[in-house]
Structures are given as C-alpha cells and as structure tokens.
C-alpha cells in the first residue's frame, strides 16, 4: 500500500489541513490545529454523523454539555477510582512508558541516557513496577485553588448525557427507546499520544446514549453495531480496511454485558475508531445514587417504571477524520508523473467545486467569477485563476475537491464549461445554466 502516516502528514501541512500546535515556540508534543481545509473537512465528519442521528431518523435529541461539571458527576462515573492507565518509568532517562504500550511494541527500549557503544543499541531502560495514573485534567473553578474547587476537564461527552437525562425526558417528548446525541470536546492526560491526530490529549467525540427497556438491549446493542459500521462505509471507507471487533470477556468493564469496536486498518495496523457498548442500567443507577435524583422512565400508560439500559456508540472525530484521509489517499502514474489525490467522498471533501479560468485573460476570470457566484451558499466552491492548469488541477487532487470547472475560450460563445471528475479526470461539456442544479444532484446522491 502506498499510504504512510509521514505521507499524511506532510500533506496535511503542505495542503493546510492541520499543523502542529504552537509551532513557533517549538510546538507543543501531540497538539495539533486544524487549518482552513482541515476544519472543513472534520466539520463534513461531524455534520454527516449529525445527520446519520437526527435528520435520518426521528428517536434521538441533541445535547451541547459543559465541560466543566460538578467533581461529583466523576466519582459517580468511577473515573476519579478508575480512570487511571498502568504507567512505568525509567529511573536513569525519566522517560514514560504505558505499561500495556510497551508489551504491544517492543521487549525492551534502548534506554538513551545509558552508554552503549553502537547508536540504536545498548542497555535496556530500568523500569520501575506499573502504577495507577489518573488520565483526568484537573483545574481549579475560581480564584482560590483549594480542595472543594477542584474540577476536571471532562474526558468524554457522555456523562454530560447521562446528567441531563431528566432535563431531556422533562421537554423531548420522548420514551425509550430514544437516543441523546453530543459532539463536543474531550480531554485525557495521555502518558503515550502520538500517530498524528489517533491519540491526543485534547480532541473531539461524537458519542450518543440510546436508551432503551431492559429487555430490549440486546436488539440494539445488535442494530447500533451494524448502524455505525455502515456509516463508514456509507462515506467511502473501503469494507476491506473496516471490522467489528467483539471485546473478549477480560476486556469488558465490569458493568458492560458487550462493547465491539470498529476498528481500521491504519498504516499503524488495527485500531480503535469507535466502541459500541451495551452499559445495561450502571450510569443511570450510579447518578441516581450518587445525586439522589430519580432516573428512571414512567409509563403512565401501563404504570410501568423502570431505569432504562443504554447502548452507546463513542466516537472520535478527529480519528474518524484520520481515517477518512488515510482511506482516501492515493497516489497514480500520470503521463509519467505522480499524482496525488485524495479521494474523499463528495459530501466529506472540504471543497466540491472549484472554478478554473483557462487563462487570466480574455473574459475568463469574469465568467469563471460569475459561475462562482451562481454556486455560492449552495456549495463549498473555490476560485484559482493563478498558474499552469496542470498544476490547479494537481493541487484540488491534493485538497481532494471532487470537481473542477473549467472556463475556456469556447465558454464565451457557448456558454458551456468542462466539468472534470477528479478520480476518472474525464471532462465533460456542461452548460453554464445546468451547473448548479447538476452539482447539487451528484453531492446528494
Ligand atoms: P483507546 O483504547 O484508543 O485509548 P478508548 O477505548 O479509551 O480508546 P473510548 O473511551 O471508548 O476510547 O472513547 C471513544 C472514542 O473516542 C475512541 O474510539 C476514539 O475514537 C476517541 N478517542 C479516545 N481517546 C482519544 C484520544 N486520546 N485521542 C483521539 N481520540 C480519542
């Protein structure tokens, strides 16, 4: 396969689509900001999982939490006890390790502070026993950093659902099953980030909590599995490079009766993209408890009450993101020359359309500025009257814009233009009027 993550990331900053964080003081490790193409394009991550939610079905409401919450909300969620990875370090170099990293990669790691006569070789590091590390960020609320206003960055989206399940049941005019979707930011301490945006300490989830009567957890543990599946395929990931991995039984936490995960084939080898758990009734239950507050549903038809049971598909966004540029990256033999392209589905490219004149001259511009015109707010379009055409064409490749329009000295009398596929690159003859209703068409369909 052609694709490594050096190649990602070098085109991500060559193209302006993420770069490292704070790159002029020397960048800080695993941050990362997402420039002008890199925001569109997670942005067309989050929004089709928004509408795989809310606008492709009718059972689930929409949640924007704090990210600050009350410290109580993390010791009822057992993250303050539990939330810990097992970490290691070397007492000569100081260096970090995730206990369960380490055993994943390598038997030893050449420690670098001690003397060893060939570069790459010597002794191992001197790791000490694994110990607890909570993965949380904590802050203080307030100008007095004491005890009581300790609070914590949150590390996922989800508690911030479970809290708001009496607010939602008061006004959504819902009963089980229905669903509480969120997208937002999560935070987590990690002692290993790393593979570009895969693991980060600052990133995006898509999570959502489907609530549901006991008895039928199992039914939609079963659907949301093969509902998220195939909202990757759906967007263009290649079903050879997609699987449902089922948790063996020492993986599952405690209090789950069965968590798969979608999982990629990243130049890394399988990972995690998504987990979809069947929580049973733990986190209603264990904000009931901790707040005192009932959470729970009441029929007033049958007079039925119960707490239900929850199956939740987490997601990440900047992963998901990762994985649809890995997917979609390609490099072909052209005339003899590499092409680069990614082939990103039409409604996840950061641009749709862009607008070519042939030459800076002659009309052109002015009726390549028109057609513009005619598509903005309808779709992201982009303007490039600036060098060969050759080169254009390789740079909306790179950017992975699914079209390009062309204006030539034919369209001044014809009115038409050539509109290029930018993964067949065959050029058809398009009327300038049909543009827009024909463009509109191919994104839908
Ligand atoms: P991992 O095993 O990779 O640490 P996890 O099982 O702890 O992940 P969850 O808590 O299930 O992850 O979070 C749901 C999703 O959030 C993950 O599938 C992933 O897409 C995303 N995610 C979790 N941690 C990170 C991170 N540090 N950086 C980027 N995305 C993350």
Same mark, same amino acid.
């Given at each position: 396969d052609v694709v490594t993550m050096d190649k990602i990331v070098a085109l991500c900053k060559r193209r302006g689509f993420i770069f490292a964080s704070s790159e002029i003081y020397g960048g800080l490790g695993s941050t990362y900001d997402y420039g002008h193409y890199g925001v569109l394009l997670k942005t067309n991550v989050k929004n089709e999982w928004w509408r795989a939610m809310l606008q492709e079905r009718d059972d689930i409401v929409a949640l924007d939490s704090a990210i600050l919450q009350h410290p109580d909300v993390w010791k009822a969620s057992g993250h303050l006890a539990g939330f810990t990875d097992p970490m290691v370090d070397c007492r000569t170099c100081k260096a970090r390790f995730r206990a369960d990293h380490i055993a994943e990669r390598q038997p030893g790691i050449v420690c670098p502070k001690k003397?060893?006569?060939?570069? =790459?070789?010597?002794?191992?590091?001197?790791?000490?026993?694994?110990?607890?590390?909570?993965?949380?960020?904590?802050?203080n609320v307030g100008p007095v950093e004491s005890t009581s206003s300790v609070a914590y960055l949150r590390p996922e989206t989800a508690q911030g659902i479970f809290i708001n399940f009496k607010n939602v049941m008061s006004f959504a005019r819902k009963k089980p099953p229905f669903g509480i979707a969120q997208v937002g930011k999560s935070f987590r301490n990690e002692i290993t980030p790393g593979n570009f945006i895969f693991r980060t300490r600052e990133f995006e989830q898509m999570e959502m909590e489907f609530f549901v009567p006991p008895s039928e957890a199992p039914h939609w543990y079963e659907t949301w599995k093969q509902e998220r599946f195939d909202w990757y395929t759906r967007l263009g990931i290649r079903?050879? =490079?997609?699987?449902?991995?089922e948790h063996d039984a020492d993986e599952l936490s405690h209090y789950s009766s069965g968590t798969a995960d979608v999982e990629y084939l990243f130049p890394i080898g399988w990972s995690e993209l998504e987990g979809i758990a069947n929580r049973g009734d733990f986190d209603l239950s264990a904000h009931a408890a901790e707040s005192r507050t009932k959470l729970e549903y009441f029929d007033p038809g049958s007079g039925e009450r119960y707490v239900p049971h929850v199956i939740e598909p987490a997601a990440g966004a900047d992963r998901a993101t990762l994985a649809f540029l890995v997917d979609a990256y390609d490099e072909e033999q052209v005339d003899g020359e590499l092409r680069t392209v990614l082939k990103l589905h039409p409604r996840l490219a950061p641009v749709k359309v862009a607008v070519l004149p042939l030459v800076k001259k002659d009309g052109q511009p002015e009726v390549a500025k028109e057609i513009v015109q005619a598509l903005r707010g309808l779709m992201q379009t982009e303007y490039d009257e600036g060098g060969a055409i050759g080169k254009r064409y390789r740079r909306q490749d790179e950017i992975g814009t699914p079209w390009c329009v062309t204006v030539d000295h034919e369209t001044l009398t014809e009115r038409t233009v050539t509109l290029r596929d930018r993964d067949s690159m065959t050029q058809e003859r398009v009327a300038i009027d049909a543009l827009p209703a024909l463009l509109a068409g191919k994104l839908a369909a």
């Open positions: 003397p060893s006569k060939l570069p =790459g070789e010597g002794p191992d590091c001197d790791l000490t026993e694994a110990r607890d590390f909570n993965l949380m960020f904590k802050t079903p050879a =490079g997609l699987r449902l991995r």
